[in-house]
Structures are given as structure tokens and as C-alpha cells.
């Protein structure tokens, strides 16, 4: 980074345009590369973009470069997420940074701040993940450790597959006052659509490959899901647990941040009333519409 640039950046903060954090974030971004970055360019700005950090895919990178992004993120204050990470790669990684926590069934690891341990996952939202078959854990599970990075409450609900109507049904109350649900499932998909028709909320369906032969690898569960006739349901891709966490964790975020925003302007006193509020603001509008027209 140039000192033009390092100036501009400055008066940009002192013009309020920029947090401290934020130029922090991007004379780091600017700053160069470590060894162990050669072929990585670590997106700093990316939560102040977006909400979230950069998360990194650990398919096909080295040990030795996953430590290395997670250090540049670390570095500036910011929660690390690595997906697809096996074992053995994990355990490299782990003796390069340690601190780690690995989920070996999701195949990620995660490693938090000091600062962001002490989160309340309750103040950041609340997501039910579901899963149809013990055979999609790994998808779940990656859905799961996604939303605890993003500091959102994950809710579990395991083995509850069509081929056992009864068991959904008994585990409802469970998830009924989810901003947003994940469902997982394999074989012919069907799960997303029965969940889908029982809760008021977005249901972000992923297809597993789990199945016989005619499963295509996930493709049937796939085409299954696009075709559902839950208005509800929306579907990403084949074995996509990260995914699917991470939307329902931006509607879980917002949600709560609306509900915070509305109890701190004294409309509502609890998270289900909050609920409501915009239902009824929109209702005094349309009313005041209606007699200001007349």
C-alpha cells in the first residue's frame, strides 16, 4: 500500500466513511503477502461488504496454506471457517495453529477471537437444522458449524425421514419459532417439502447423494426439491450444508436485528411479539392509506 493510499484511507475514517476496524481491515488487505499466501489473496473487506468474513474451501490447498489464511483473518479480528477439511489435514493444520476446533463429521474447523466466545447465539437468531437420515450428518452437521461461526443458534433435529411420518410431527415444537430451517435429505427428497409445509418460514432444502443407484449421486433428491410445491422451500446444491447454513443464517441475523431494533423503539416487549410488529405496522398503513384516499 501506498502512503496515498494509506493517506486517502485516513481521511476517509476521519470523515466518518470508515471504522477503525475497517481501516484496519484494508491496511492489512494492502499490507504484503506471507510465504504462505503466494497464491491466496485474503478478502479483508469481505465482512464489512458482506456481514461475514471470507470463509475458506480446503479442498485442494495445502496445510500450509490454510494456516496461513486463517492467520491473515485472525489477525484482523475476524472468526475463521474452514470447510472440507479431513482428518489428516486437520491434524497438520492443527500443529501449524493451534487452537483449533475441528468437527470431524462436518469436516470443518473453526477458530474465534478472544472477543467473539462471549456472543450470545440467542441475540444473533435461531435455526433449525433437520436432517432425514443419520447417513446426512456430514451435511448437517457442515450446515451447523457454519451458523455457530455466524454466531447464530443452530437447533438439531436428527432422523426424521418420510419413511417415519410419525416422527416429524413429534418434534415440531422444536422449531416452530425458527427464523429459518435447513433441511438435509437424500434418497428422494422429500423431507424439505413436508417441513415446508408446516412452518411459516424459509426452508433451505439441500439434496444429499445418499441412495441406491437411480439417486444419481444426489440428483434425483435434487430434482425433487426444485419441483417441490411448497411455496417455502428453496433448494442449493447437491451436499451444500455450508450453503444452506450460511443463507439461513443471514435471515436468522436479520430477523433478530429487526426484533432487537423494534423492541428498542419500544413497539414490542418480546421476541414473538416483535414478530408481529411489522405485520401490524403494515396493517396501520394500509388503514391510514385507505382513509386518506377517501
Known amino acids: 500500500m501506498t502512503a496515498d493510499e494509506l493517506t486517502a484511507l485516513a481521511q476517509r475514517m476521519l470523515a466518518g466513511e470508515l471504522s477503525?476496524?475497517?481501516?484496519?481491515?484494508?491496511?492489512?488487505?494492502?499490507a504484503d503477502q506471507p510465504p504462505g499466501l503466494a497464491h491466496a489473496?485474503?478478502?479483508?473487506?469481505?465482512?464489512?461488504?458482506?456481514?461475514?468474513?471470507?470463509?475458506?474451501?480446503?479442498?485442494?490447498?495445502?496445510?500450509?496454506?490454510?494456516?496461513?489464511?486463517?492467520?491473515?483473518?485472525?489477525?484482523?479480528?475476524?472468526?475463521?471457517?474452514?470447510?472440507?477439511?479431513?482428518?489428516?489435514?486437520?491434524?497438520?493444520?492443527?500443529a501449524l495453529l493451534p487452537g483449533l476446533a475441528y468437527n470431524p463429521i462436518a469436516r470443518t474447523l473453526r477458530i474465534d477471537p478472544v472477543d467473539a466466545a462471549a456472543d450470545d447465539a440467542r441475540e444473533h437468531g435461531r435455526v433449525a437444522v433437520v436432517a432425514a437420515g443419520t447417513s446426512d450428518l456430514p451435511v448437517a452437521e457442515e450446515a451447523r458449524e457454519t451458523l455457530a461461526w455466524m454466531g447464530v443458534e443452530a437447533v438439531a433435529v436428527d432422523d426424521v425421514g418420510v419413511a417415519g411420518p410419525h416422527r416429524l410431527p413429534e418434534r415440531l415444537h422444536e422449531f416452530a419459532n425458527a427464523d429459518a430451517i435447513v433441511?438435509?435429505?437424500?434418497?428422494?427428497?422429500?423431507?424439505?417439502?413436508?417441513?415446508?409445509?408446516?412452518?411459516?418460514?424459509?426452508?433451505?432444502?439441500?439434496?444429499?447423494?445418499?441412495?441406491?443407484?437411480a439417486n444419481l449421486g444426489g440428483v434425483a433428491a435434487l430434482l425433487a426439491m426444485l419441483n417441490s410445491c411448497a411455496s417455502n422451500v428453496a433448494v442449493v446444491n447437491i451436499d451444500a450444508g455450508f450453503k444452506a447454513g450460511y443463507l439461513a443464517g443471514l435471515v436468522a441475523t436479520r430477523a433478530a436485528a429487526a426484533r432487537r431494533e423494534s423492541a428498542s423503539a419500544g413497539q414490542c416487549e418480546t421476541g414473538a411479539s416483535c414478530a408481529t410488529a411489522p405485520q401490524q405496522q403494515v396493517a396501520v398503513r394500509t388503514a391510514h392509506h385507505?382513509?386518506?384516499s377517501h
Open 41 to 94: 489473496t485474503v478478502d479483508l473487506d469481505r465482512r464489512r461488504r458482506c456481514g461475514f468474513p471470507e470463509v475458506i474451501y480446503g479442498e485442494g490447498k495445502a496445510p500450509e496454506t490454510v494456516a496461513a489464511i486463517a492467520e491473515r483473518l485472525l489477525a484482523a479480528d475476524q472468526r475463521v471457517l474452514a470447510t472440507r477439511i479431513d482428518a489428516d489435514k486437520a491434524a497438520a493444520i492443527a
Open 183 to 213: 433441511v438435509v435429505a437424500g434418497m428422494e427428497g422429500a423431507l424439505p417439502s413436508v417441513v415446508g409445509g408446516y412452518v411459516p418460514c424459509p426452508v433451505f432444502a439441500v439434496p444429499t447423494g445418499v441412495g441406491y443407484g
Open 290 to 292: 385507505t382513509e386518506n
Open 20 to 30: 477503525p476496524d475497517d481501516l484496519r481491515a484494508q491496511i492489512l488487505a494492502g
